[in-house]
């Protein structure tokens, strides 16, 4: 018996316009984005003025929606800019503003009733209570704490069926409470809490050794921190990676799937968003037979990050995935900008690029045709063929594979 359901709206970052095209060619439902301030991450390009109608009204086109970002917890010097940005939003046609200061929610019934209210990830929600309180506010839709396993997202999604909610699959975790961290601002005086972190906790660091031992059980160290031949990365956390439950996760119904990173490349969003928009649609039909194996979808995930990716909270107990011994990841080394003369198509390079190496081509549907060593050809910019092209470069990209539109990405 095959049945099918609602999908949840995939919602991915755009941190730039780049990353932008990349969440909508890739197979995002919605984008969230923010101005250059406090949208808790100043260092991404963000969108404001001109750039951010036009981005909206370009989403919008390609049937996307779009969430605006004013979740840093703002001083009252900053409280001029927050009405200003937020006067703003209905001109815009802005479908969601994501907050978490009560004080920006305050304002924004004020100022820009007529935008939905969701509340940020950064407002901590984990318990009836505080939905209920939220809901009496006029939020719309909440983003679940990260740090809640998946009953308790099941019993909240379940207890509240006029309510929205968001749940985070995929992306960095950050080491404090729903990322309420104060390192950054200890060490650097740049707050995480206004967007300005500069993420020490992913510093590497030397003269460190640390052993703990619980003082009761006395059954060996629960914690040993200990430094490599140099320095070591001692604090960087895992990243969240919830593809292999996907199916799971939809059918607990929530409004959205969130994926992390707006201050990530387009070649991160558009991998990332093409991985789970690819399983959210396997998602959509249920049959008599077992999950498919998720090891594929990893596997592309592996090309993503730097860091072990698991199951965060999610879990009773916490799932690493093992990346194979012989796993070599491929970074993307261009994206496809517009077709030239005699077939070829212009490229923007990202990595260093040999023609002597095979590569791939990054379609939507998790396609990836491959460029094999011989059957494609690299002209730089002065249309010379070449065996190499450089990051920062355009050059010219010569092969059969039928599929090239504009803002694919190749990795090699």
Not at 10 to 19: D, F, I, K, T, W
């Amino acid at each position: 018996m095959m049945m099918t359901h609602v999908l949840p709206e995939l919602l991915a970052p755009a941190g730039g316009r780049e990353q932008l095209e990349a969440a909508i060619l890739y197979g995002a439902d919605a984008v969230y984005l923010g101005g250059s301030a406090l949208s808790l991450r100043a260092k991404c390009q963000g969108f404001d003025g001109p750039e951010l109608a036009e981005a909206v009204a370009f989403a919008h086109r390609s049937g996307v929606r779009v969430y605006y970002c004013l979740n840093a917890m703002p001083f009252d010097k900053h409280l001029p800019l927050v009405e200003e940005q937020l006067e703003s939003l209905p001109d815009l046609g802005i479908d969601g503003l994501i907050a978490a200061d009560p004080g920006v929610i305050h304002l924004s019934r004020r100022l820009c009733p007529s935008v939905e209210l969701h509340l940020s990830t950064q407002a901590h929600s984990v318990n009836a209570a505080a939905v209920e309180f939220w809901k009496d506010f006029g939020v719309k839709r909440i983003n679940l704490a990260r740090e809640l396993d998946r009953e308790s997202m099941r019993r909240l999604i379940g207890a509240f069926p006029d309510m929205a909610f968001e749940i985070f699959v995929h992306g960095a975790m950050c080491l404090s409470l729903s990322g309420h961290c104060l390192i950054s601002e200890w060490a650097n005086r740049r707050s995480a809490n206004l967007g300005l972190c500069t993420q020490p906790c992913r510093f590497e660091y030397r003269g460190m050794t640390l052993t703990v031992e619980e003082g009761v059980r006395r059954d060996g160290p629960f914690l040993d921190v200990c430094q490599g031949e140099d320095f070591s990365a001692v604090w960087a956390p895992m990243d969240l990676c919830l593809v292999r439950w996907i199916r799971e996760i939809a059918g607990m119904h929530p409004a959205a799937l969130k994926l992390e990173g707006r201050t990530k490349s387009g070649g991160y969003v558009a991998q990332v968003t093409d991985v789970y928009r690819t399983a959210l649609n396997g998602a959509s039909v249920q049959t008599n037979v077992d999950d498919t194996d998720g090891d594929a979808f990893v596997g592309e995930l592996f090309h993503t990050s730097s860091r072990p990716l698991c199951s965060g909270f999610f879990l009773p107990q916490r799932y690493v995935e093992r990346m194979p011994e012989d796993f070599r990841p491929h970074p993307v080394v261009a994206r496809l900008i517009e077709p030239v003369r005699n077939g070829g198509w212009m490229v923007q390079v990202r990595s260093p690029w040999n023609a002597g190496n095979s590569a791939s081509l990054l379609l939507p549907g998790m396609l990836r045709p491959e460029l094999r060593t011989g059957t494609y050809i690299l002209e730089n910019h002065r249309g010379e063929k070449t065996d190499r092209l450089n990051p920062g470069m355009t050059g010219i990209l010569y092969c059969d594979i039928p599929e090239l539109r504009p803002g694919l990405y190749v990795r090699a």
